[in-house]
């Protein structure tokens, strides 16, 4: 053990005046050499970093860059499910990678959130994380009250996905047009006994059939949107809610919807592809044929491992652009400038998953 009472104690951060003092230089021209902001004589720009890596200097310490400016330099990204699940969703990874394109130009952190009431006191939270901006996706009735306290701090705020109210920038599809036009897709091939496999219809992620009552109270603007597509279409649909965007939770939804031969549909509209390769496996397990027996189609046009030769109907949806024209309109109210409001389009793509009703289920 060492006898020096120094020895534990940390070292202290070398500045930008004690690289300037071993240099010779002052601590301007010391400035400079790192900010690159002006010429500087090349041996003067070589001793001065060699004295600052002797000494461990590595550069202004951004923290202190931050205080200047009066920004922390990080964006809040808010999401309701934990963020392991949320990243096992390749419509939410294509959304975030479009995000950081759209934040390139600020040279912003980002942070995510799980926006949950009960977490503990020593979490960050969008009401106590040092932030610049906060992104919300999907805007439920939860994310609402989150997004009145974004607001009180006078942090700008953009939301993926849900209309947050006046002058909020909301980025989102045409998810009633999209389901829509999956709806009469397969109406057009003769079915008429479908079921339709939703998201989940609020932050409580109950699982099974449900009522009129349970859907008219939906709090997920995505779900309500694409119910509101295809409800219209097959009136009498089985709905069946999902506790996620997942492949496990549509092979419960499918295992639910083929128990009973005799009020199995012959087609399942799946709002999301993940939960549509769900019900497709869950038919596979029941002996059911895809499309001969039961027609299945999805929404979000993504690559889902496991269809085999199957290539699913669905609607292709842009995620990684909205996912930027977020980043974008964040960036933009920083500048001080106004961001709008964006509705992106998805398109319709026939695949192998849906043909004609079985002449016993028309």
């Known amino acids: 053990m060492s006898s020096d009472p120094d020895a534990a104690a940390p070292r202290r951060r070398a500045t930008i005046a004690d690289v300037a003092r071993a240099a010779g230089v002052s601590p301007s021209t010391a400035s400079v050499v790192f900010s690159g902001k002006a010429p500087v004589a090349e041996a ?4 001065v970093l060699a004295v600052a890596a002797e000494l461990g200097y590595t550069g202004p310490d951004p923290r202190a860059a931050s205080l200047r400016r009066g920004r922390s330099g990080i964006v809040a990204v808010a999401l309701e499910e934990h963020l392991r699940t949320a990243f096992l969703d390749p419509v939410k990874t294509a959304t975030m990678d479009g995000l950081t ?19 503990g006191a020593d979490a960050p939270t969008l009401a106590t994380a040092p932030i610049d901006a906060a992104v919300l996706i999907g805007c439920s009735g939860r994310m609402l009250e989150t997004l009145q306290t974004v607001r009180a701090r006078g942090l700008p705020v953009v939301v993926i996905e849900g209309d947050a109210g006046e002058g909020v920038p909301r980025m989102e599809l045409d ?9 009469h ?4 091939l003769g079915h008429r006994r479908v079921a339709v496999v939703t998201l989940p219809f609020d932050g409580e992620r109950v699982r099974g059939d449900a009522t009129p009552e349970r859907i ?5 603007p995505v779900t309500k949107d694409r119910l509101d597509g295809t409800l219209p279409v097959f009136p009498e649909a089985r709905v069946v809610s999902a506790g996620g965007s997942l492949i496990d939770e549509g092979v419960l939804a499918g295992r639910l919807l083929f128990a009973e031969p005799a009020t199995r549909p012959t087609a399942v509209i799946a709002q999301s592809d993940l939960l549509a390769a769900g019900v497709i496996r869950a038919a596979e397990e029941a002996g059911l044929r895809v499309p001969e027996d039961v027609s299945v189609a999805g929404f979000d046009g993504i690559a889902v491992d496991g269809l085999g030769e199957h290539i699913l109907t669905t609607a292709v949806q842009p995620a990684v652009e909205k996912g930027k024209a977020a980043g974008d309109a964040v960036a933009r109210m920083l500048a001080g400038e106004q961001a709008a409001s ?15 009703a079985p002449a016993s289920g028309a």
């Open 342 to 356: 964006i509705r992106f389009t998805c398109t319709f793509r026939e695949g192998t998953t849906t043909g004609p």
């Open 175 to 183: 998810n009633v047009e999209a389901a829509a036009q999956i709806a």
């Open 101 to 119: 394109d759209g934040l390139a130009a600020l040279g912003a952190g980002v942070l995510l959130l799980r926006d949950d009431p009960e977490a």
């Open 44 to 47: 003067t720009r070589e001793r």
């Open 216 to 220: 008219a109270a939906i709090t997920t």
């Open 185 to 188: 897709h397969v109406r057009a």
